[in-house]
């Protein structure tokens, strides 16, 4: 479980994050919302400890990040897996040698024995014929599922995404959408995914954060998103024609 | 002020890229990626350019000298002097500021831009560490290159000054003994190292901290050269006149 206490980050003159707090629970998939600008980045990192929180708290399990020294935030962090939003994976390295990264850096298994390990997460995430490929010679689909590998490899116990779906096509999108959830249910993880895309929301909502030029403006689920009064939540999620059709087909639905 | 921010960030990330190291084993095969990228990459050119500049220095020497009370030893003398002072390490730095330069400050760049430094960041890993200091280490190695080009560009002078008419084998020889004070090799490697470390560490700066995309990565490489090469020749002036005058 992730806490977040009246958070603020600025930069130079301009408040990004105005104080908000909220919870993100363990083996739910937490979505992040807003439109751009919003701040849905800047609040991911500083989760992350990317950024310094100019007062507030994140606290993680129970320990503020704050009160953490520079050794214990390493420790954390080794706990933490991040999928990236262009993936980030090393250009020079194969999709085996990305996903046993994390294990040759903060632990003493064999080479084998980080193989074997980078080799159950490789079927998890159902990458086949990949292994020895660069980043570069696969594509942004499978590029999605070696990040997703590498980050949870290490058992961790917090999940971050940033855009995992940006740039995909819808099929390939759901299927990582849906990918997450199973893995954050089966490890029973605490997922934070940072999106603006409302079919993410549809299928894994199950606690969904909508922030608007660095407030959180609403909370609740994807059940809830739906039928909520506040009206810049539903211009935000009626933007698109197709959620706009299926509100009045519902909307008429209902009248008769 | 930007440019006094800029030299302090460049002085912080020195001091970050000898502290919290990364695992022994991991930077142990970090620096012999290194050794191979920076150093053997980059014999085939220096090779090249030292044998046909010394054999240009010797040529040019000897078409200099008009006078017939000048020995022809001289072609020699000033080949080496010219090579081994000179054209060895400050030259040949300031071409691998182009060449290592660019390679270093395009290749974090690009990491940078792909958020693969975040990557090491969020998981805990000091990212400076783990890019520029197995840079540092792999360019001690650098004034071997040095060396070679010393030994090449000589040989280039030898063969352009006897197979090109210019000078008898004996004359070159003797004039390339002549004089001889071990100090001045020593001046050049000592220069060497320091070009070396600038060499490493100007790159990384300018590919660690940038800001922005593709474009902005050529940008850098560019201003790298730039910077690294102005470095190269204020610490060349300074170090001249602290040991030679």
Not at chain 1, 222 to 227: G, H, R, W
Not at chain 2, 177 to 193: I, L, N
Request: aromatic letters at 10%; glycine letters at 8%; proline letters at 3%.
């Amino acid at each position: 479980m992730i806490e977040v206490k009246e958070i603020r980050k600025g930069f130079g003159d301009v408040e990004v994050l105005k104080g908000f707090s909220t919870t993100f629970q363990k083996g739910q998939t937490n979505l992040i919302i807003g439109q751009s600008g919003s701040g849905k980045t800047v609040f991911l990192k500083t989760m992350l400890g990317l950024h310094k929180p100019d007062s507030g708290q994140i606290i993680y399990d129970g320990t503020p990040y704050s009160n953490l020294d520079e050794e214990d935030q390493r420790d954390l962090r080794e706990q933490i897996g991040m999928v990236f939003q262009g993936s980030a994976l090393f250009d020079s390295m194969t999709v085996e040698e990305n996903i046993a990264f994390p294990l040759k850096m903060f632990t003493k298994m064999k080479k084998s024995e980080r193989i074997e390990r980078a080799n159950v997460v490789i079927d998890r995430v159902n990458l086949e014929n990949a292994n020895h490929k660069l980043p570069s010679e696969i594509s942004g689909g499978m590029q999605k599922r070696v990040a997703i590998a590498r980050a949870i490899v290490n058992n961790p116990k917090y999940l971050f995404c940033d855009e995992p779906n940006s740039g995909l096509d819808p099929n390939t999108a759901t299927i990582i959408d849906n990918l997450i959830r199973e893995i954050t249910i089966e490890y029973d993880i605490t997922t934070i995914i940072n999106t603006h895309d409302m079919n993410s929301v549809m299928e894994i909502g199950d606690h969904i954060v909508y922030l608007q030029k660095g407030h959180l403006a609403w909370e609740g689920d994807k059940t809830q998103i739906f039928k909520t009064d506040n009206e810049d939540v539903t211009n935000f999620v009626y933007s698109s024609n197709l959620f706009k059709m299926v509100r009045e087909a519902q909307l008429s639905k209902n009248s008769i | 002020m930007t440019y006094l921010h800029s030299i302090g960030e460049y002085f912080i990330m020195i001091k970050d890229a000898f502290v919290k190291p990364t695992k022994g084993k991991v930077l142990r095969d970090l620096i012999f990626k290194e050794v191979d990228d920076l150093i053997i990459g980059s014999l085939g050119i220096v090779a090249f350019i030292s044998f046909f500049v010394g054999g240009v220095v010797a040529i040019q020497t000897a078409l200099n000298l008009n006078n017939p009370l000048l020995p022809k030893s001289l072609i020699g003398f000033a080949a080496r002097q010219s090579v081994i002072l000179e054209f060895a390490p400050t030259f040949i730095s300031v071409i691998m500021a182009g060449k290592v330069g660019s390679f270093i400050t395009s290749s974090i760049g690009t990491m940078r831009v792909t958020e693969q430094i975040d990557a090491l960041e969020v998981m805990g890993i000091n990212s400076i560490n783990y890019l520029v200091f197995p840079k540092i280490v792999a360019m001690m190695i650098y004034p071997f290159v040095i060396g070679i080009a010393m030994f090449l560009g000589i040989i280039g002078a030898y063969t352009a000054a006897v197979y090109g008419g210019f000078a008898p084998s004996e004359a070159f020889l003797s004039g390339m003994q002549e004089d001889f004070k071990p100090f001045q090799v020593f001046y050049a490697f000592f220069k060497t190292y320091l070009f070396a470390f600038l060499l490493a560490t100007i790159p990384a700066y300018h590919g660690y901290f940038m800001k922005g995309g593709a474009l902005e990565v050529g940008k850098a490489s560019t201003s790298s050269f730039v910077w690294t090469a102005v470095a190269i020749i204020i610490v060349n002036f300074i170090v001249t006149q602290l040991l030679l005058s």
